[in-house]
């Protein structure tokens, strides 16, 4: 199985900070990487596939780069509404893995 | 807008099978795969499989032999059975659409595993 890390697991910022939450795999899994952001009680929600690629109605104020082991998730300038808990996810091959996740919350 | 609807027992006895369906509305259970994935209370996420509409199904093999996914198009939902319970199957419960990367989510169903 591909494993799947995640640093920091949890960090405190403020309203209008850039966040950088970074994302391990245990080997090579090409650019097959998916984040998605998990809200207390509710569903996760995709934000990015394909390492790279926004998906449909998501803010352009995240992006997500990296390939081979290694992958970041970038918030340019963090607003109210993205205090959550972050994963990726592996999607190049069965079973699908999840990174432990990073839980973003208020400074 | 495609929304996924789980239901099912939220309360299994240990040694027993888990079974929640998913309907799909809004959109056909055709052309996609329809994955189920699990947390545990407090905890990360846990894929437990997928399968095609065609019937064609993955999972995971840490869940052994437990996992029957299987879908009904006619009804457009699919379903989950897990057997052989025990209070670490205690997890909310999330049916999706996708097969390796997922778009559309249920709200998740809690199953407590418990006499």
């Known amino acids: 199985d591909i494993q799947m890390t995640q640093s920091p697991s949890s960090l405190s910022a403020s309203v209008g900070d850039r966040v950088t939450i970074t994302c391990r795999a245990s080997?090579?899994?090409?650019?097959?990487l998916n984040w998605y952001q998990q809200k207390p009680g509710k569903a996760p929600k995709v934000l990015i596939y394909?390492?790279?690629s926004l998906q449909s109605g998501v803010p352009s104020r995240f992006s997500g780069s990296g390939s081979g082991t290694d992958f970041t998730l970038t918030i340019s300038s963090l607003q109210p509404e993205d205090f959550a808990t972050y994963y990726c996810q592996q999607s190049y091959s069965t079973p699908l893995t999840f990174g432990p996740g990073t839980k973003v919350d208020i400074k | 807008q495609v929304q996924l609807q789980e239901s099912g027992p939220g309360l299994v006895k240990p040694s027993e099978t888990l079974s929640l369906t998913c309907a799909v509305s809004g959109g056909s259970i055709s052309d996609y795969y329809w994955t189920w994935i699990r947390q545990a209370p407090g905890k990360g996420l846990e894929w437990i499989g997928y399968?095609?509409?065609?019937?064609?199904?993955d999972n995971n093999p840490a869940l052994k032999s437990r996992v029957t996914i299987s879908v009904d198009t006619s009804k457009n939902q699919f379903s989950l059975k897990l057997s052989s319970v025990t209070a670490a199957d205690t997890a909310v419960y999330y049916c999706?659409?996708?097969?390796?990367?997922?778009?559309?989510w249920g709200q998740g169903t809690l199953v407590t595993v418990s006499s």
């Open positions: 394909a390492a790279s």
């Open positions: 080997q090579s899994i090409s650019s097959n």
């Open positions: 999706a659409r996708g097969g390796k990367t997922v778009d559309y």
């Open positions: 399968i095609y509409y065609s019937g064609s199904s």
